[in-house]
């Protein structure tokens, strides 16, 4: 690891304390991060900010990734908060190009949180990580006071090589790519929503909590060294992770708003929120950027596995508007599709 | 990885909701991880249940560990919260023969904490870093409501290359090799203690946070073949740490009472609270079995690091009792000293 001196900041983060938009992923998130977090930690790995950081391990390259899971309710329609402990680590090294190797799980548990709970839990990591082919490796256990956090939180490591024929930056991103998505957008999000049962509300939906590490296998296979960049849109969704694209890259993502695709129960629980489903976080897609040649081969190659049958081609980078994501719709209609601001949906991993 | 059959579980875990003992580090936190969490995530690393596993990365031999921190009070004599999440994840490694080469940081944060409490600690996360000369690489924001966590918890993963001439096992101690303990213990615990000012008790006395690599390093260098089983001796204690040795080896371990290094002001707050400072959790110290024939040399190369003058051969591996630790008397009294039951000092990282 080679330590550089301190950037200076370039954003500011004033806020006098902690708000739960902090932890939405979206604009907030970013500033806290990028003004805060980043700047005292500095050094050249975490100054690209990414979700997992790539690292020099006995002259490979390694993808690490760390992630809290503080998702309320523990369990929901498709998954919980163990599966998505594990799907979701795997799912950050599947966009760094690097299938999981190993797991670490570390928990923290409530004093009075029922055993069959627990076990619960534990079971679903280690189904999820059985399907995913990756080893959990070892761990630690912390247990607070009843009423010191909420049942349990999770935070899982992982660890993968990095697939050699890939370079992923957001830099090489060139007008003219095309943006990748591998599946329908929000039922995670919408499903965690439902399942609070706050909302007098009901939709036939589950999470798509999933590793994505087959679709992602099947893309680099084919086309490895057309593809640009890779992002699963959790906290945030889709909406932000392409802002963060466009910041990255200094470029403009049109997304073709109708070739978004949406299951229609997601479609009417945002409609009937107030809601983007462009900001409603995923735990089983992802987007890649794919040069414009090979950009049917990659859809092709994801829609042959199954379970990818709905990805989908629902954009294009251009030069303008740079730095921007421009919706364009059937008509003609455009408008700027902005990164998530404050927190419509929280504890939502 | 290698995945093998789930072992038989060795132990049960009927207890049926999660106590605050469960956390503390000794028997329930045994029980608890192996006859719940080991049984189910079963593979060949984490059958060996140490805090840190072994990976082969890139063909090298790499340690890594994860540990979640909930010291409370955040701040505390010698120390905080993000000091002990950089040192707890450096000395893990240091006992696995490795030294920290990357770190990621995972935070929960409670809504309403103030900026101020966050920099703070990401301050004493970045200097102990700094201090330990590893990069912290990446990590995760999380923020749950006011009330769901109890200010912030830290959750840290290391990795870190294991030294090539060292190889530790817990099978490969011997009848006559040398306890060594790095310096006086209980120091840590006793401050928490006395920090959250329940007591009517006063001490000038700090925690003994810091990376203990350094006289691990100097021992390594000195007889790193003579080096067969290392631990930091944190929740649970001394006691704790040997006993689990004792059992891993089937030896018997002996401890010469007064020769353990222990400051008044500890012996004195043990004595009043009724505990046992071979209890108390230690943030700076470590233990290690050397072979006879260089215990005395190992001990003068960790006494002559800044810092390690108070280190002590503290006791010697015999055949009996086997499977237990031994504490002998300048008097010629013995004691078995039992790991630690309960959990009198919640909270201690």
Not at 181 to 199: K, Q, V, W
Not at 219 to 225: P, Q, V, Y
């Amino acid at each position: 690891m080679t330590t550089i001196e301190r950037p200076p900041p370039r954003v500011r983060f004033d806020d006098a304390q902690i708000e739960m938009s902090h932890g939405a992923g979206g604009k907030a998130s970013r500033r806290l991060v990028e003004g805060l977090i980043a700047p005292l930690f500095a050094n050249a790995v975490l100054a690209k900010l990414s979700d997992a950081a790539a690292l020099s391990l006995g002259g490979a390259a390694y993808a690490t990734t760390a992630d809290s899971f503080v998702v309320k309710p523990l369990r929901f329609p498709g998954g919980s908060i163990g599966e998505l402990a594990v799907n979701g680590t795997v799912n950050d090294l599947a966009v760094s190009g690097a299938r999981a190797e190993a797991l670490m799980a570390a928990f923290i548990l409530e004093a009075g949180l029922p055993t069959t709970t627990l076990r619960a839990e534990v079971e679903a990591m280690a189904e999820a990580a059985s399907r995913a082919g990756v080893a959990i490796v070892g761990g630690d256990t912390k247990v607070v006071e009843h009423g010191a956090c909420d049942g349990m939180y999770v935070t899982t490591f992982g660890v993968g090589k990095i697939d050699g024929r890939l370079t992923l930056d957001p830099r090489s991103v060139r007008t003219g790519d095309r943006v990748l998505l591998s599946g329908p957008i929000g039922d995670h999000g919408i499903t965690i929503l439902l399942a609070r049962g706050e909302l007098d509300l009901e939709a036939d939906l589950s999470s798509d909590t999933r590793s994505v590490w087959p679709y992602v296998s099947a893309l680099l296979d084919t086309c490895a060294d057309s593809v640009r960049w890779m992002r699963d849109p959790t906290r945030g969704g889709v909406a932000t992770s392409l802002n963060e694209l466009a910041r990255d890259s200094g470029l403009g993502i049109v997304l073709y708003e109708e070739a978004v695709p949406l299951r229609r129960e997601v479609r009417g629980a945002c409609e009937i929120l107030g809601l983007d489903p462009l900001h409603i976080a995923n735990e089983g897609q992802f987007l890649a950027i794919v040069a414009e040649r090979d950009a049917d081969r990659a859809l092709a190659a994801v829609r042959a596995v199954a379970g990818g049958e709905g990805a989908t081609l629902i954009g294009e980078v251009r030069a303008e508007p740079a730095r921007q994501v421009l919706g364009i719709s059937a008509y003609g209609g455009t408008r700027v599709i902005d990164m998530l601001v404050g927190d419509p949906l929280p504890r939502i991993c």
